[in-house]
């Protein structure tokens, strides 16, 4: 009772601060909102400077920037006699005097505001506003993928890795600023998929369905707490179209083929809009070549693999929204979100297994693999929010229900030395949420929000695991084989404050409490050590951000936010893994939470068209969780051999230091160039036994990522681009994993007043396969893997919009976002920790 009872009291005492600050609600605040247009062009301006002025005053107000369509809005302005000045390089600034509210009429639309550039800007260069590809906002960076036309035809694994701060392996595995311990929502909502099939999810989303990308390093307590590097939120498109439209599009390529279409209805308060996709890869081969050294008093062993993968991968995913306003202050929506997919790959492997101290043991064999992977899951979330008269202030009530199932089967056969294996996974998992959120701008400078939230997660995972028998027919074997049930509630609630106060500072603080109950059952396991197993604890997660608005368009933020890594079922699940004899695995029960705690400066500018963003960071973690190999003695066949053991542990803490910057400029007015650069620090402090696991010794280690791109746009619609991505090994306490490094290269032309368009690209084409290496080493034991991955890749894209094109203002409404959870961990999909993992030497 009493987690239901700790959410809802810090919600109940958010919804009573009304009362207790003098004033509340006692003034009427409004909006003065417009269009900038250029005179000439009649194009839109785009950040464009927005300054509001009292009548007679010299000081700026307040400050906004125009968007991608020119439009502005600048909220909280009493009533009043104001006047605007707009500016942008190569224009006189534009003032608007007289702009008048009133108590009864608080709101202004001034309607297009036109600006002409100056005369020497005239005989110059034409000088126009566009839409930057990242954007810096008070509380995360914005990247703008529908803008980047070299990720056409490819998918979100594509597009993460241009994305400031965000690094992406050759697994698919996505880590921010260095730190794999990241929350990945789509569209501010988690996907029953993505918990425990992050990187095969992402390869399912077409390039083309992408419309923003959002990075958060310093999250607030509206956020839940999981997640110690911070929030991915990926934003899909959707149109807010009057009237009937729809757009088509789709790519073929030498890797990837994508196809897309959407169709949106938009009459009065209803709206309707759906979205189908799909993608489909040729067959991709891939060589890895694999080394492993066993070095104790009783064992001297060297393990050689040689061999290559072909997979080839499908999907299909859709999702229909529908929104109705019942009236000016109440709103509902629903969507749902299907997603189909799988891969199947086969697999040929040579093995050389040298004995340094017996050569009659030494022994040459091969094996070969096939393996299908299938993918479903739907998400379906129904929203109503309530909007009091006063602007801001809302209610809102969220439910949704994501399930997912995922099913892992393989053969592989050996030519000698291992029995062959047969396995049959099915892993499925359901999640319910409800939400309820609070927001009450108290008076004009102070806002009060709160929220409670319960998420209840069941997952099972069936493994099964067949040996031959002495006739060669697969029978089940009950020791590598089991039935795992996993519970996981969480319960929360969060109140945040945010005060504006003079001279351009803003305050905003908040603190979140969560409670966490795990329950792990195994069933029918022959495994003498398992037993059901439960976990319960209480998280207090702070976070206080204070900005200041140097100018209209410079601001400075120094935030501080608490964050936790929850261990969830393959870090939990005590099932000890045998399907790969060599290279076993077992989880930790006893895993505690990670915490991570994290200062950041940031300061953001804007100067003519260049943007410049830099920030610094320092972070602290406790019980830093990796995984950790070591050396044991195993049984093939009667005979004793060495093999890995890998478990999970908390090995200590960790401290990081880091800065970033990214900036974009207009050299000439059809030229965009942009880069980024990310560094921060590797140092971690293992405690007791894990000391002697530190392959990397004591030092500390500098790691990075880095993106530049370069963009030409002509008025008559041909764009061309070019970009290269740069991120250097990433390191563990034993060992280091692959850089990575890509260059790409698109072109297109739009055509028919832009309402359709064709074009081409290559990644990597002056390299057809990518190498990533890998070394972990512990004391007794060294293992070296070198990946050769094919990206060389070229393609055509193609894109159609029908239907009218005359734009609404979307509806802002509050969504379910469940990042809570560790990505990759929840066991949906074989996963588990034991039984369900493919061997691979």
């Known amino acids: ?44 301006m785009s950040y464009t400077t927005i300054a509001l002025f009292r009548s007679t005053g010299r000081s700026p107000l307040n400050g906004v920037l125009t968007d991608d369509k020119g439009n502005f809005k600048i909220d909280n302005v009493k009533p009043g006699t104001y006047r605007i000045e707009v500016s942008f390089i190569g224009y006189p600034t534009k003032v608007v005097n007289n702009v008048i509210t009133t108590l009864s009429k608080p709101d202004k639309a001034l309607g297009t505001v036109l600006i002409a550039p100056s005369a020497k800007a005239l005989n110059e260069v034409k000088v126009s506003g566009a839409k930057s590809l990242i954007e810096n906002r008070i509380d995360k960076i914005v990247y703008n993928a529908e803008k980047d036309l070299t990720s056409a035809g490819g998918n979100a694994t594509d597009v993460l890795q241009k994305v400031p701060l965000v690094a992406v392996d050759i697994n698919g595995n996505v880590s921010l600023r260095g730190d794999g311990n990241v929350r990945v929502l789509i569209n501010g909502k988690p996907s029953g998929a993505t918990s425990s099939n992050l990187s095969d999810v992402l390869k399912t989303i077409p390039a083309d369905q992408i419309k923003t990308i959002e990075v958060i390093t310093s999250p607030s307590a509206k956020y839940d707490a999981e997640g110690t590097a911070g929030i991915i939120n990926i934003i899909t498109k959707s149109s807010n179209i009057s009237g009937i439209s729809g757009t088509v599009s789709g790519g073929v390529g030498t890797r990837q083929n994508n196809g897309n279409a959407s169709l949106s209805y938009n009459q009065n308060r209803f709206s309707l809009t759906a979205n189908f996709g799909g993608n489909l890869t040729w067959p991709q081969k891939t060589n890895t070549d694999f080394n492993q050294t066993f070095n104790s008093a009783n064992t001297n062993t060297v393990q050689d693999n040689v061999g290559y993968t072909n997979i080839k991968r499908h999907a299909d995913l859709g999702n229909v929204t529908a929104t109705y306003d019942i009236n000016n202050y109440n709103n509902v929506s629903s969507t749902f979100k299907l997603t189909q997919g799988g891969f199947t790959s086969d697999q040929s492997q040579t093995d050389n297994f040298t004995n340094l101290n017996d050569a009659t043991k030494n022994l040459l064999y091969t094996n070969t693999a096939d393996s299908h992977t299938t993918l479903s899951s739907f998400d379906w979330n129904i929203d109503y929010t309530h909007k009091f008269k006063d602007e801001g202030h809302e209610l809102s ?78 029978v089940i074997s009950p020791v590598n084989s089991f039935l795992y049930y996993y519970d996981q509630n969480v319960f929360a609630g969060y109140t945040e404050l945010t005060y504006s106060l003079p001279k351009g500072y803003t305050l905003m603080g908040g603190v979140r409490v969560e409670n966490t109950a795990i329950t792990g059952d195994p069933q029918n396991s022959t495994q003498p050590n398992l037993q059901l197993f439960t976990q319960n604890y209480t998280t207090f997660v702070p976070s206080f951000t204070i900005q200041k608005t140097l100018t209209p368009s410079q601001t400075i933020k120094l935030s501080y936010s608490k964050r ?6 393959t870090y939990l699940n005590p099932y000890l893994n045998q399907a790969n004899i060599q290279s076993q695995s077992v989880g930790n029960p006893q895993l505690s939470a ?26 602290h973690t406790n019980g830093l969780i990796e995984s950790i190999a070591s050396p044991i003695t195993t049984t093939i066949n009667g005979i004793a051999q060495s093999a890995t053991l890998t478990t999970y542990a908390n090995i200590g803490n960790s401290n990081s230091y880091g800065a970033s910057f990214f900036g974009s400029v207009n050299p000439i007015s059809i030229m965009t160039l942009r880069g980024q650069i990310s560094a921060y620090t590797y140092d971690p402090d293992p405690s007791g036994a894990f000391a002697a696991q530190q392959s990397t010794g004591n030092n500390v280690y500098v790691q990075y990522n880095a993106f530049g791109s ?25 060992g280091t994993n692959p850089s990575f490094s890509l260059f790409g290269v698109g072109v297109r032309q739009q055509l028919w007043n832009k309402r359709a368009s064709i074009g081409i690209n290559t990644l990597s084409p002056f390299e057809e396969y ?46 379910i976002k469940n990042d809570d959870l560790k990505q990759g961990d929840t066991g949906v999909g074989g996963d588990t920790g034991g039984g369900s993992q493919k061997p691979s030497r």
């Open 1 to 44: 009772m009493k987690r239901i009872i700790l959410p809802l009291l810090i919600f109940c005492i958010a919804l009573s601060a009304k009362a207790q600050i003098p004033g509340g609600g006692s003034t009427i605040v409004g909006r003065i909102s417009g269009t900038v247009i250029d005179s000439v062009t009649k194009e839109a």
């Open 397 to 474: 009530f969220s439910t949704q229900w994501s399930h997912s199932a995922t099913n892992v089967n393989y053969t592989t056969l050996y030519s000698a030395r291992f029995a062959n294996q047969l396995s049959l996974n099915n892993a499925s998992g359901d999640e319910y949420t409800l939400q309820a959120d609070y927001a009450d701008p108290i008076t004009k400078k102070f806002l009060v929000e709160a929220g409670a939230k319960s998420i209840f997660r069941s997952i099972n995972s069936n493994v099964n695991n067949y040996s031959p028998d002495a006739s060669g027919n697969f």
């Open 564 to 569: 936790i890594s929850r261990p969830s079922l």
């Open 594 to 619: 990670e915490t991570a705690q994290t200062v950041e400066l940031n300061y953001n500018a804007f100067v003519g068209t260049a943007i410049l963003n830099g920030s610094v960071f320092y972070k």
């Open 710 to 734: 370069a963009s030409v746009t002509t008025k008559k619609g041909f764009i061309a681009e070019l970009f290269v991505v740069q991120t250097s090994p990433r390191r563990t306490i034993q």
């Open 770 to 815: 990518k190498h990533f290496d890998t070394h972990i080493s512990s004391p007794g034991f060294a293992t070296n893997s070198t990946v050769q991955f094919p990206f060389r890749s070229y393609g055509f894209t193609f894109s159609y919009s029908f239907g009218k094109l005359n734009f609404t203002a979307a509806t802002d409404k509050k969504a």
